[in-house]
């Protein structure tokens, strides 16, 4: 938890205290205080991780503990806590369901270059602007939220129909909505603050937001790209340094988490070595890999 408020407190500090250093020229360091965003943004992948750590109930003993600091990190994120843990738990339950492969398509329905368009636009920041975008959806009617969600997941797949009851009952109650419309508005809240306080430096903060857009989103799919669409339980091991595997709480070992999900991130590399596993490649070489773009359905399996 100590590790979280680091975070938490690192990026709102960005958010609202920066911006005064900086307007206000304290101390004469104008341009070097700028420069203490970056680092913040390049350990965007950490913090997400942390989060991550919430989604499994391992961020804190207490679950009500758990969720509230995961509602507060998911904010300072610009999202929903509720959003974003249903749609990692899915991940998790339908992994290679139809809408969780943005690596490959149908050549039958969707050309290739419509579809490495689609592809890299999600990698290179997409990704993290839909999950900022979503909860806005909840600023309308409750009735018109759960149509939505029904469209988000239409289409005939098994998995899909279950998804579909699965986000009516998460996110479609009057709790849920209730719950993510308070997010939405401490978000808004928020960085409707961040951006007044920066003022005509707000380019600054629009520039840490695309860094930590473009990691979250690059980064976050490596360890299934061009897996095969039939194994659900497959994911990679990524070899990395220790130094820079404690700055993503252990992630690189992916395989083990799947396998593992009730085990916390201090104990992969552990059952790593006691499972007898190995890596399948490089973490820098998976995520390079991923400029190969998508790969039609057919060359990764079957999954009908």
């Known amino acids: 938890m100590a590790v979280g408020a680091i975070y938490s407190c690192a990026n709102l500090a960005v958010l ?21 965003a970056l680092p913040v943004a390049l350990l965007s992948n950490g913090f997400w991780a942390l989060q991550h750590e919430a989604f499994h109930n391992h961020f804190a003993a207490r679950q009500v503990t758990n969720k509230l600091c ?3 990190m998911s ?18 339950r339908f992994n290679r369901h139809p ?18 368009g689609l592809f890299f636009a999600e990698i290179l920041g ?25 469209r988000i997941y239409a ?38 603050a961040a951006f007044s306080l920066w003022g005509g430096w707000c380019w600054g903060l629009l520039l840490f937001m695309l860094i930590r857009a473009t990691l979250i989103s690059f980064l976050d799919n490596i360890y299934h790209f061009r897996t095969p669409v039939d194994r659900p339980d497959f994911a990679y ?33 552990r059952q790593f070595q006691a499972s007898g596993e190995t890596f399948d490649r490089g973490y820098f070489h998976a995520a390079i890999a991923q400029f190969r773009g998508p790969a039609p359905t057919g060359m990764l399996g079957s999954d009908k």
């Open 155 to 192: 289409g005939g797949d098994s998995r899909l129909t279950q998804l579909r009851d699965l986000a009516q009952q998460t996110l479609g109650s009057p709790r849920a909505v209730a719950e993510i419309r308070q997010d939405l508005a401490a978000v808004l809240v928020l960085y409707g």
């Open 237 to 269: 091991n990524l070899s990395l340094s220790t130094p820079l595997r404690a700055l993503i709480f252990n992630m690189n070992f992916h395989r083990i988490h799947h396998h593992h999900m009730h085990l916390p991130w201090w104990s992969l590399p």
């Open 126 to 150: 997409g990704l993290y602007l839909i999950e900022v975008l979503l909860p806005l959806l909840y600023c309308l009617p409750k009735r018109v939220v759960r149509r939505l969600l029904d």
């Open 99 to 116: 809408l969780d492969r943005p690596d490959t398509f149908d050549p039958s329905t969707t050309s290739a270059w419509r579809a490495r």
């Open 75 to 92: 904010i300072l994120f610009g999202s929903s806590f509720r959003v974003l843990r249903f749609a990692h738990l899915m991940h998790h």
């Open 16 to 36: 609202l205290v920066l911006p005064l250093l900086i307007r206000f020229n304290i101390l004469g360091f104008q341009a070097t205080w700028l420069l203490l």
């Open 70 to 72: 995961g509602r507060l």
